[in-house]
């Protein structure tokens, strides 16, 4: 008896459209079928979509529009990765330089990541963005 929990199995889709007081904006609506094969296949396939399609929305609002958005993690995004454990050892050594952070040059990637660990809250606080922010902030403007 009730519902049943979705198998996984279906297709998925992702819309998004916008609307203004008179009507949809041509050219607004957003549907993306989603193809499980990543491991966040949700994240990564429709950010890349919903990036494209906000590059052409913009020109095509007008003056003073809001653009209400929720908390999606595709409208969230980092301009700089997070270092893991997974990182190669030069990549590692890549951002600590960018960084200006000092380090023996010999070292292994053991201590090298305790040095990441040890800073890396220096930076990560800055670095989360809003996509559409960033978009929007290099949108031509409206007509």
């Known amino acids: 008896m009730g519902l049943k929990a979705p198998s996984g ?49 913009f020109p095509k609002l007008k003056n003073n529009s809001v653009l209400l958005l929720d908390n999606a993690p595709y409208h969230l995004r980092r301009l700089e990765q997070i270092l893991t454990i997974e990182w190669w050892k030069a990549k590692i050594i890549d951002w600590l330089t960018s960084k200006n952070i000092n380090f023996e040059e010999k070292i292994i990637k053991a201590p090298l990541l305790e040095i990441v660990k040890r800073e890396k809250s220096n930076y990560q606080s800055n670095v989360l963005y809003i996509a559409v922010d960033n978009l929007a902030a290099t949108a031509p403007l409206p007509l």
């Open 9 to 57: 199995k279906r297709r998925r889709h992702n819309i998004s459209h916008i609307d203004s007081e008179k009507d949809f904006v041509d050219g607004g609506l957003l549907m993306v079928e989603l193809k499980k094969n990543t491991k966040d296949y949700h994240h990564e396939t429709y950010a890349a979509h919903f990036k494209e399609w906000l590059k052409g929305i």
